[in-house]
């Protein structure tokens, strides 16, 4: 199995690989089954890391640029932080879900989260008919049909919500949560570890939850309520006619709601609704959305014409109109999207709100596939492939290849892969490479990590920095000791990424004639007082230790005596 590296642009061999099965790419990393043997592809050091047996081995789940390795009663876990398997047996092990690094282990009434940060284990509550596990960036919740649990990988604890009877699904978005009863919804805020009930309504009118980027919207017949994890709080949104209203999508926290002639956008930034042009009934022919990050654009197709919104202005553009070419599909990446007609296709940047088309037009219908890759573009014709770079939004053409078998794309990269060869394309240089590597027989594309060991320092000794093969850099807070600098305390502690001051410093020296002070800076002084009579305090250490001294010289002067005049 060959590895190759956008960064370097060198590809790794991992030798002969017997019985290779499906490989797993997760955050850079890739895990290779080899029998009951698992492989580790490590990114951040571009090599392979000592291999791992797993008795029993049935499946790999990747996670934020981990593995969890499924065997007999057991899970082993590779982490990309320590670059070590850790085991964690369990009997009656039902499934493992996998979530921007961590891992939870379902079995018949328990949940067992792993935590990457320190390779903990914390097992949930009992959970009695526990029928569902979901994931969201990182966190887990099982529920019941009456109740619902939430671990936070912040704080390492499991949360229990209100009683939720009638409790009907499970969704998370962004670190959230979100239950859906039939009669109303709860939302889990993770920074809060707090569930928020929305209004109640007629039961079965809820039509649909969904989430996106750390919200949640409700669609109801007439109107859509959307609950913002910047105020934990449901909102009533547009209120439509009756019938009108047709689908729901999100993208990057914002949301978009699709009537039979028109699309309105949700703005998490502003909690606001945005109308679009207005167009004929029923004319539209898909809604999609796009997202990078916190930013999430929508496009919506009307056959001959591309509308799109973006999210930093709230606002609604018209694109070219084709005329009597009909724009055959629209694709979302990272934010950007691609339209296709029968010979070409453009790009449409979310900086610069422009759509560019590739130069030359091909064939008619010999377009064959449109793929996304972060925020670029390609598409690939019976014997070539184009690409467009989103950072210059320019369209790049490949060689010319015999046989081509796929075209896949990760983190903007894309590679060709013909008939026993492989070629890759690197959005850094904006070229396709000219060696090939031979006896290629199937490829899987991993994204770049999103920042690397020792790229999240933010120079705060109470936070604890650490890269999120899935989220990118953390630095939560610690409770770590710290310096306030301050000379004037001790034991200075850090809470809520701040260094805290400690006691104050006890800068009494005994001593009647001279002023005790401290300084934040030089700590503490001593300022001696003019025309001052030293008067040893009763209560002095100085002053026991004189009148120890006195009674000893007295008893020694009184046994003397009493032994002369014995003599």
């Not at 956008?6 to 290779?20: C, F, H, K, P, R």
Request: hydrophobic share 40%.
């Amino acid at each position: 199995m060959w590895v190759w590296s956008s960064t370097t642009e060198i590809w790794t061999d991992s030798g002969t690989l017997a019985n290779l099965g499906e490989v797993v790419a997760s955050g850079g990393n890739f895990a290779a089954p080899s029998g009951t043997t698992v492989h580790v592809y490590d990114a951040q050091t571009a090599s392979w890391s000592a291999p791992q047996v797993v008795p029993g081995l049935s499946s790999i789940l990747g996670s934020g640029g981990n593995f969890a390795a499924l065997g007999s009663d057991v899970v082993w876990i590779w982490n990309h932080v320590s670059g070590t398997w850790t085991e964690v047996p369990l009997a009656g092990i039902v499934g493992v879900v996998g979530s921007a690094g961590n891992f939870a282990i379902q079995t018949s009434s328990f949940i067992h989260a792993w935590s990457q940060i320190d390779e903990s284990v914390t097992a949930s509550p009992q959970i009695t008919g526990l029928s569902e596990v979901v994931a969201s960036d990182g966190n887990f919740a099982g529920r019941n049909s009456s109740a619902a649990w939430a671990w936070s990988r912040h704080t390492l604890l499991w949360s229990a919500s209100p009683s939720l009877t009638g409790l009907v699904s499970l969704i998370g978005s962004g670190g959230n949560f979100a239950a859906l009863l039939s009669t109303r919804s709860y939302a889990w805020n993770q920074t809060t570890a707090v569930w928020t009930s929305s209004p109640s309504f007629t039961g079965g009118s809820i039509q649909e939850l969904i989430g996106s980027g750390g919200n949640f919207a409700m669609r109801l017949p007439l109107n859509i309520h959307t609950w913002s994890q910047i105020s934990s709080l449901w909102t009533a949104g547009q209120t439509f006619g009756s019938g009108v209203l047709v689908e729901l999508i999100g993208a990057g926290g914002n949301f978009a709601a699709r009537v039979i002639n028109k699309i309105d956008a949700w703005n998490q930034i502003t909690a606001t609704w945005t109308e679009s042009p207005q167009v004929g009934n029923n004319t539209i022919v898909e809604l999609i959305g796009s997202a990078e990050g916190s930013v999430g654009n929508f496009a919506f197709n009307v056959g001959t014409r591309v509308y799109t919104w973006q999210s930093p202005t709230s606002t609604w553009t018209a694109g070219q109109n084709f005329g009597t070419d009909q724009v055959l599909d629209v694709i979302g990446s990272g934010g950007n999207f691609a339209l296709e007609l029968a010979n070409r296709v453009y790009a449409w940047n979310q900086t610069t709100n422009v759509w560019t088309p590739n130069p030359t037009p091909v064939t008619n219908g010999s377009i064959e596939e449109v793929i996304g890759s972060g925020p670029n573009f390609a598409f690939r014709v019976s014997n070539r492939a184009y690409s467009w770079s989103a950072e210059f939004s320019m369209w790049y053409e490949s060689s010319t290849y015999s046989n081509f078998q796929e075209l896949i794309g990760a983190s903007g990269n894309f590679a060709v892969r013909i008939t026993g060869n492989i070629y890759t394309y690197n959005d850094s240089t904006n070229a396709f490479s000219t060696n090939a590597i031979n006896g290629v027989v199937s490829a899987v594309g991993a994204p770049d990590p999103p920042c690397t060991s020792g790229s999240c320092t933010d120079a705060n000794p109470c936070t604890t920095d650490a890269c999120n093969l899935e989220l990118g850099c953390e630095n939560p807070p610690n409770t770590a000791a710290c310096d306030d600098a301050d000379a004037c305390t001790t034991d200075d502690i850090c809470a809520a990424g701040t260094c805290n001051p400690g006691s104050a410093l006890d800068c009494n020296d005994f001593d009647v004639c001279t002023a005790d002070s401290c300084d934040e800076v030089t700590g503490c002084g001593h300022t001696p007082i003019p025309n001052c009579i030293t008067q040893i305090p009763a209560s002095s250490p100085l002053l026991i230790g004189f009148l120890w001294l006195g009674l000893a010289v007295a008893a020694g002067v009184v046994f003397q005596l009493r032994r002369k005049s014995e003599a």
